[in-house]
């Protein structure tokens, strides 16, 4: 089993920049993939970015592409969003997922991963 507890939403300009942390507990986090999705009021929960158990695997959503960075530090149990030139659409709850089993790279459907965060509310005023 696995925990993932996220941190570092909140209200910013459009323009501005957050960090998102995602911590995990539970098991040998430096094992398995790791992705964000977000979900907006009344939209489906969508794909963001994910990065595979050693970083060397990254992928993003074209909406994201060239303003968000993914990045983890296994030795912190901890994955990161970098989120640079916010725009107000870019306004949703932020997930962090695992996948379930080790030394997968995950893909970009939310089926594929097996533990969620509980959210933390990202807000982009214009």
């Known amino acids: 089993q696995v925990q993932l507890v996220e941190s570092g939403g909140g209200l910013v300009q459009a323009g501005g920049s957050l960090r998102l942390s995602c911590a995990a507990s539970?098991?040998?986090?430096?094992?398995?993939?790791t992705g964000w999705f977000r979900q907006a009021p009344g939209k489906e929960r969508e794909f963001v970015a994910r990065i595979s158990w050693s970083g060397t695997s990254i992928y993003y959503s074209d909406s994201v592409k060239g303003r968000f960075t993914i990045s983890r530090d296994n030795a912190k149990n901890t994955v990161y969003l970098q989120m640079n030139s916010l725009k107000p659409e870019d306004t949703a709850v932020y997930y962090c997922?695992?996948?379930?089993?080790?030394?997968?790279?995950?893909?970009?459907?939310?089926?594929?991963?097996?533990?969620w965060g509980q959210g933390t509310q990202v807000t982009v005023s214009s």
């Open positions: 997922a695992a996948v379930g089993s080790p030394w997968v790279v995950p893909g970009l459907d939310r089926s594929e991963y097996d533990y």
């Open positions: 539970g098991r040998s986090f430096s094992r398995y993939g």
